[in-house]
């Protein structure tokens, strides 16, 4: 139940970030050139996107991988069929993260830095 609760997360991110631009919300360009930033600033430590760059990075290795669980030529239409659900999760997380990714630099550029004052 957790997988599909997974999955479906995934799947209505994707369908809220292709509609997020006609209401306001960021653009698919803004979400993409959010990643570079997202990688480093999870690979600095100062994002807790780790594991979840992990799986989208697995996600994509499995999608550009000339080995698959099902194999197109013998199974036709059921070889797709797994790269198909792999191509909407990924996209469907890498909208949801970099969203995240947005609102958490929106907030961190908020703190002014600096220490307690006795």
Avoid: H, N
């Amino acid at each position: 139940m957790g997988k599909t609760l997974k999955r479906s997360a995934a799947f209505a991110a994707l369908a809220r970030a292709l509609t997020a631009g006609a209401r306001g919300g960021p653009s698919l360009g803004t979400r993409l050139a959010a990643l570079p930033r997202m990688i480093r600033a999870t690979t600095r430590g100062e994002y807790d996107g780790g594991l979840r760059l992990a799986l989208m990075t697995a996600a994509t290795a499995y999608i550009v991988s000339p080995f698959d669980l099902l194999p197109e030529i013998p199974l036709a239409i059921f070889g797709l069929a797994d790269d198909a659900v792999m191509v909407t999760w990924l996209a469907g997380s890498v909208l949801a993260e970099t969203e995240r990714f947005l609102e958490w630099e929106a907030r961190r550029s908020s703190v002014i830095p600096g220490g307690l004052v006795p």
